[in-house]
């Protein structure tokens, strides 16, 4: 699987952005799709998860009421659709992808994803 992930950019604070994440090479139908975040000196940060089909939605407690983590099957893609930003929300984003419906506890670990995207700069300034 091939992740493309796109969207960021420099965003003041209160504002939205739309972060996308194209999956390409391997179905996911059954699968498990998340989004990680990344600052210079620290681990990765859990953002949101879903279950690529059906129902099941996780977020970092710290991202609920603000962030949606969607995704549209004609287009293989998922989104982070971000808003109310703020500036401790800048980082790195990356979208990741498992093929197995990971349980629960799972989504939340970096290490339980196979694929990676490369990674997008999301800036937000006060």
């Known amino acids: 699987v091939q992740l493309q992930a796109s969207g960021g950019g420099l965003v003041q604070a209160g504002g939205s952005l739309r972060l996308s994440c194209v999956a390409s090479?391997?179905?996911?139908?059954?699968?498990?799709v998340g989004w990680f975040r990344q600052t210079p000196g620290k681990e990765r940060e859990f953002v949101a998860a879903?279950?690529?089909?059906?129902?099941?939605?996780y977020y970092a407690d710290s991202m609920k009421g603000r962030f949606t983590i969607s995704r549209d099957n004609g287009k293989n893609t998922v989104y982070l659709q971000m808003n109310s930003l703020k500036p401790e929300d800048t980082a790195v984003y990356y979208c990741?992808?498992?093929?197995?419906?990971?349980?629960?506890?799972?989504?939340?670990?970096?290490?339980?994803?196979?694929?990676w995207g490369q990674g997008t700069l999301v800036t937000v300034s006060s």
């Open positions: 990741a992808a498992t093929p197995r419906r990971l349980i629960t506890s799972s989504v939340y670990y970096p290490n339980a994803y196979d694929y």
């Open positions: 090479g391997r179905t996911l139908d059954s699968g498990t």
């Open positions: 879903r279950r690529w089909s059906g129902v099941g939605t």
